[in-house]
């Protein structure tokens, strides 16, 4: 079954999103980031989503991890959650 591992910042807002992509940009920690302003419970790993199977995600950021270019920050990309920055990093 075809995997993937995958980094990711939650956040409320489209624009607090779109301020921590220009940081990434500007060379930032992403791990550091994540820590810092993530809502997910996966800050505590730097964003560090582990491997990822299909169906285990809501369909948005499944779509970037699985069919986006790899080692690029990705968004923000809205969910029910709110809007995530992914960077996937490996993909069978």
Do not use: W
Request: hydrophobic letters at 40%; proline letters at 4%.
């Amino acid at each position: 079954m075809k995997s993937a591992m995958a980094k990711h910042i939650l956040v409320k807002t489209k624009p607090e999103a779109e301020s921590l992509k220009q940081h990434l940009a500007k060379g930032e920690d992403f791990a550091k980031l994540a820590r810092q302003h993530s809502l997910c419970p996966s800050k505590k790993r730097g964003g560090d989503l582990g491997e990822i199977f299909p169906g285990q995600l809501v369909k948005a950021v499944e779509q970037v991890i699985f069919k986006k270019e790899l080692h690029k920050v990705q968004g923000p990309v809205k969910s029910k959650f709110g809007f995530h920055l992914i960077i996937t990093y490996f993909r069978d």
